[in-house]
């Protein structure tokens, strides 16, 4: 066993590349003569994080001139609100007495008929089946958030909350009740089960790794890079990685430069000033960049004059100066009084324009050419970042029309492919019982009939559609067929109905949810063949609706057959379904999950007020805020120029 030394703790600036510097301080750190990096262990916060380090090794590869390279083991923290699991080294085979997690589907249609039995008792009547399962998703959501903030479900219920609950508004007092029947149930569940929460499985996971590398070093390095999730467990896990004879930890963009003061201000972050003293206070500046990570540090029990800034940029890093400028930017409101002093160096964002838009149509054309415009310099690499994912589409359909391939790493809702709105379009066809515009989208979608039988198949439905037109026809097959006959199209209605039988045969009244799920996944085969389930997109519907039938039918979940489209398209919400390779190798676009170097976490990520910056090659950027009160803070004194499109 090695010992185990002074915390080994970095933090990579923000205008040095999180992943171009991270991988070019590992070569020559960790690089072996024979085995190349094959030793490492790299933890990394989620998937999408270790793709961007691995293509970060490719271009280091690239411009070093390296022929062949070994790379690290990348090991995800995972994270629950991506629904991604621990990486092997983390959940070993050798864990057996940490019990098993319950399935996420199957908790949230559990709690969804606990929520109902609750209210029943409660006396108030339950609200229809979509909006059920959807508190049923927030409730669990909650729950996770509780779990990894290791918050005891039994100190919900201590006198200190339930006294503090009689001073709220009744419909609070209602919600908190609810709140408390419904996880004495699951708990109890859970507990006749053998089974926990996928969120404390993930801490006991943590402390098991934790007790392992406590007795034990790994001979091998391991280096925990971009992890910034503040939950207990996991800082504790942090901690013991940063005192291994080789490991480190790899903070993003820890600012080593703000003075004390300035740290002060941004609240205790779970560190009182003396036993017995709240760890957190009424003005904990919660929303500042930097807090996420002062957090961490804190409950890493690592002073910031610890962390020591790591010795290596990246291919792509901008100058200094543009750090300090993001760092005065976002100064908390006491220490902002110095903007008006502020030297020129630390406010100047040079390079960085402003775009004012009419509309999100014009901000999209504005993007796509500037974009255009970047890429059209030799080598130089652009991205798009930006939480609007609607924005983001219309970018990539107006960089189309150049044939610019440009992937959306931060994927699209499985709702909106093609082989999902397949599947949506047909129980919105059960749901309305065959009206004509539901059955028309149906069956004319891209993916039916696919090769040399569409032709044919588009001509009958044509005919059939002009016949159609007008008043809406009884309702029943009787009418349908009466209108195929008169369009010349009979033969072929014929062999619709003996397609559409799966839908038809659901009964009107309550059905099981495995059941229309089946007859959905079974029509929608016989529309589009094995093309349904071909692409990407195909699989990850594949995936969404064996689990759904798998667990619905284990709680025998039921459901009103009207509600099988808002409650399919709710789930398919959660899908997200990202492209392969092969887009353009110089253009990216992000959602902010995806930006490896971004200090906060998921939850300060989606509550964060920045607006869509696209940045090329060096950090420079291309195109900003259509709104030009949040490009910054328009007091702060940071200049600007307007964008030129």
Not at 273 to 302: D, I, W
Not at 471 to 498: C, D, H, N, S
Request: net charge neutral.
């Amino acid at each position: 066993m090695g010992e185990r030394g002074k915390p080994e703790i970095y933090s990579i600036a923000a205008h040095r590349g999180f992943a171009d510097a991270l991988v070019a301080g590992l070569v020559p750190r960790y690089a072996d003569a024979e085995f190349g990096l094959a030793k490492l262990t790299l933890l990394l916060p989620s998937s999408r994080a270790a793709r961007s380090v691995s293509e970060a090794f490719i271009r280091h590869a690239g411009e070093t001139g390296t022929p062949g390279l070994l790379m690290p083991r990348m090991v995800t923290v995972g994270d629950v609100d991506l629904d991604e699991s621990l990486g092997s080294v983390l959940d070993p085979l050798g864990a057996n007495d940490i019990p098993p997690a319950a399935d996420p589907t199957r908790r949230w249609l559990e709690l969804a008929a606990i929520v109902q039995d609750a209210l029943t008792v409660e006396g108030k009547p339950a609200p229809a089946k979509p909006a059920l399962l959807r508190m049923a998703r927030e409730l669990g959501s909650t729950m996770d958030r509780l779990l990894a903030e290791q918050v005891e479900f039994a100190d919900l219920l201590s006198d200190r909350v339930t006294g503090a609950n009689a001073d709220l508004a009744k419909h609070w007092q209602d919600s908190t009740r609810l709140f408390a029947i419904v996880l004495a149930q699951w708990q109890a569940r859970l507990a006749e089960r053998g089974e926990v929460d996928l969120a404390t499985r993930r801490n006991l996971l943590f402390e098991h790794a934790v007790k392992r590398w406590r007795e034990d070093s790994p001979v091998t390095p391991i280096v925990a890079a971009g992890v910034t999730s503040a939950a207990p467990a996991l800082a504790r896990l942090l901690r013991v990685i940063s005192e291994l004879p080789q490991g480190a930890v790899i903070l993003p963009d820890l600012d080593l430069t703000m003075d004390d003061a300035t740290w002060q201000e941004l609240g205790r972050a779970g560190q009182p000033p003396e036993p017995g003293a709240p760890a957190f206070t009424r003005s904990e500046a919660a929303t500042h960049p930097q807090y996420h990570l002062k957090l961490l540090l804190n409950r890493m029990g690592v002073a910031r004059g610890e962390v020591r800034p790591w010795h290596r940029k990246g291919m792509s890093a901008a100058p200094p100066e543009r750090s300090h400028a993001i760092s005065s930017l976002f100064l908390p409101p006491e220490a902002s009084k110095v903007w008006a002093s502020l030297d020129a160096s630390k406010r100047r964002l040079s390079d960085v324009c402003m775009l004012t838009a009419a509309t999100s149509e014009e901000e999209a054309q504005a993007i796509a050419v500037l974009i255009r415009q970047a890429i059209e310099v030799p080598e130089r690499r652009v991205a798009l970042v930006t939480p609007d994912r609607a924005l983001a589409r219309r970018v990539v359909q107006h960089l189309g029309r150049w044939h610019i391939v440009a992937d959306d790493t931060a994927g699209r809702p499985l709702s909106l492919t093609a082989a999902g709105r397949l599947l949506l379009e047909l129980a919105e066809l059960a749901s309305e019982g065959l009206a004509p515009v539901q059955l028309v989208a149906a069956l004319g979608h891209p993916l039916v009939r696919r090769g040399e039988e569409r032709r044919a198949w588009l001509e009958a439905l044509r005919a059939f559609e002009r016949e159609l037109r007008g008043p809406r026809p009884a309702p029943g097959q009787g009418a349908l067929r009466t209108i195929a006959r008169k369009a010349g199209v009979e033969p072929w209605w014929l062999g619709v109905e003996a397609l559409l039988a799966p839908l038809l045969e659901l009964p009107d009244a309550e059905v099981p949810l495995a059941d229309a799920i089946y007859a959905l996944a079974t029509l929608g085969e016989a529309l589009a063949g094995e093309g349904l389930w071909a692409q990407e997109d195909g699989r990850a519907l594949a995936r969404l609706v064996e689990d759904l039938r798998l667990h619905a039918r284990a709680t025998e979940t039921r459901i009103e057959l009207a509600d099988l489209h808002p409650i399919l398209r709710d789930a398919m919400e959660q899908v997200a379904v990202r492209p392969p390779y092969g887009g353009h190798p110089r253009v990216a676009i992000y959602g902010l999950l995806e930006i490896p170097h971004d200090p906060r976490g998921p939850g300060d990520l989606r509550r964060a007020e920045r607006r869509d910056l696209a940045t090329g090659a060096g950090g420079r950027t291309a195109a900003g805020s259509g709104d030009p009160a949040r490009a910054g803070h328009a007091g702060a004194g940071i200049p600007h120029r307007p964008c030129r499109a």
